[in-house]
């Protein structure tokens, strides 16, 4: 088997389920600065291909968004493959180093809080799941 050809497997199956979960791709630095300037709370999931990825991430991004509050906007990006996507999403976690996958939350374009990956790796989907119901708790209205 093709390596590259499975890989892009691998990339279109993960970029698939966090759009299916209900988050909007950002492949673009153009499209991450439209995303991430728009008023209210923001969720970007810096997704990867990582088995933590793929395992937890994933599943905590697309579990945690069914509870009384959440953010306004729920938005991803693809660290390794949209690079200057990733990139201009990252000059917006000031204070935080590049980790993915991970999970940031913002208001009004300003870094509220992370969850980065030493917060993923090595926990469950459900941990995880619930370490961003608590941001959604501490920073995001009812729905």
Do not use: W
Not at 17 to 30: N, S
Not at 36 to 49: A, C, P, Q, W, Y
Not at 66 to 75: A, G, T
Request: hydrophobic fraction near 35%; aromatic fraction near 8%; glycine fraction near 6%.
């Amino acid at each position: 088997m093709d390596f590259n050809l499975f890989m892009k497997d691998v990339v279109d199956a993960a970029r698939q389920d966090i759009v299916e979960a209900g988050y909007e791709e950002l492949r673009t630095p153009e499209e991450v600065d439209e995303a991430l300037k728009r008023e209210g709370t923001t969720l970007v999931m810096i997704n990867s291909t990582c088995g933590c990825a793929g395992g937890v991430a994933r599943p905590a991004a697309a579990n945690a968004i069914h509870y009384d509050k959440r953010p306004d906007h729920l938005v991803t990006v693809f660290a390794g493959q949209d690079r200057e996507a990733t990139e201009r999403a990252r000059e917006y976690f000031e204070g935080y180093p590049p980790s993915s996958p991970s999970f940031a939350l913002l208001k009004d374009g300003k870094i509220l809080s992370m969850i980065e990956r030493h917060d993923i790796e090595g926990f469950s989907a459900m941990e995880v799941t619930n370490k961003l119901q608590q941001l959604f708790d501490k920073y995001c209205e009812e729905i």
